[in-house]
């Protein structure tokens, strides 16, 4: 297939914009031999297996084992490959930040929708949104109340805008009384928006 035989992808529907840019853009990769149609393919199905309990599995493990939780925010990378978690090499930088007392960090992307999908899967519709790109720099507070979030007052707020070579996960507090659960009770604790840092996590 080549550059020019995009139009063969359209059959009884018609293609919007942006995935006519998409399929000529794979077309050509392919006619320049830079990649295949298959590893295309490949990589589009490791990312759709993507969903947040990939993320909920890591914040799980930080919270029950400190070495893990200290080799995951200094090397986030290399941490996850120890779950069996490869993030390629050449996709962004993924930085670990914790939530604590004294600090709460939100993720936004102010330009457009930058997220870490190797770990949470799909954004949600309403980190996209304009709405949320702008409120969540001018007044995050107002929008994890919005979420049902109540960092302690006295904690410091840090909204941290992703980019297309920078992407953030956050390791949100442990909730109180799970001192008895399992990774694996911990994990369903643990939900995609309190890993973007909007809402904390679900109590037990």
Known sequence: MTATHVVDHIHDEPMSEVALRSVAIEALLAEKGLLTAG???????????RTPADGARVVARAWVD????A?????SRSALAEMGIEIPSETPHLTVVENTDDVHNMVVCTLCSCYPRMLLGRPPDWYK???YRARAVRDPRGV???FGA???ADAEVRVLDSTADLRYLVLPRRPAGTEGMTEEELAGLVSRDSMIGVTDTLTP
């Open 39 to 49: 590893e295309v393919q490949r990589q589009v199905n490791l990312m759709d297996g």
């Open 129 to 131: 949104s304009l709405a």
């Open 71 to 75: 080799r995951l925010l200094a090397d």
């Open 150 to 152: 109540a960092p302690p």
């Open 144 to 146: 994890m109340a919005e």
């Open 66 to 69: 400190e070495g893990f939780k």
